[in-house]
């Protein structure tokens, strides 16, 4: 018997999280009337990583399991979903370079790879701002998608960020 669990619950989650999928983006297509994404290339994260005879790929059973959790969120299909609600709303999902967003402060503009004490946790060493890691990161991907040349519009559209009530 294999792991895990039963076709009939994988077929069943697999539908909650669509579900999921489609509420989320709607809510955000709603309200929303841009949405500022990182430009993840997610065909590259999700590669294996198994080499070739002469070169072996190292960390092979960690990468596979990384790409199994990376393609059971479904990233790409977010995506998409998200785009096709916001350009039928007249909105646009623009697409953000994410290098160096983790390493860069959001109040002053400062990068520097010090800055990221952990994994979690960010400390500007030039003026002293602290804020989760994943925060700060998400605040300089916002900045950069709403900056006039931000990186690539993927949709037509030209409605502010946040939608009157």
Not at 98 to 110: A, E
Not at 128 to 143: E, P, S
Request: hydrophobic content about 40%.
């Amino acid at each position: 018997m294999s792991k895990g669990a039963p076709p009939h619950d994988a077929a069943k989650a697999a539908r909650q999280w669509l579900h999921w999928q489609h509420v989320t983006t709607t809510r955000i297509a709603k309200r929303f009337g841009a949405a500022v994404l990182e430009d993840l290339k997610i065909r590259n994260m999700s590669a294996s990583a198994k080499g070739t005879v002469e070169e072996p790929g190292r960390n092979v059973a960690r990468k596979a399991g990384l790409s199994r959790s990376i393609l059971a969120a479904a990233w790409y299909r977010f995506e998409l979903l998200l785009t096709d609600k916001l350009a039928f709303l007249g909105g646009s999902v623009v697409k953000v370079d994410p290098r160096y967003t983790s390493v860069t402060c959001s109040k002053c503009g400062s990068r520097d790879k010090a800055n990221r004490e952990n994994q979690a946790k960010f400390l500007c060493l030039s003026c002293g701002h602290a804020d989760h890691a994943d925060v700060n990161a998400a605040v300089n991907i916002l900045l950069a998608g709403t900056r006039p040349s931000a990186a690539s519009e993927t949709s037509g559209g030209s409605r502010g960020l946040e939608r009157a009530a």
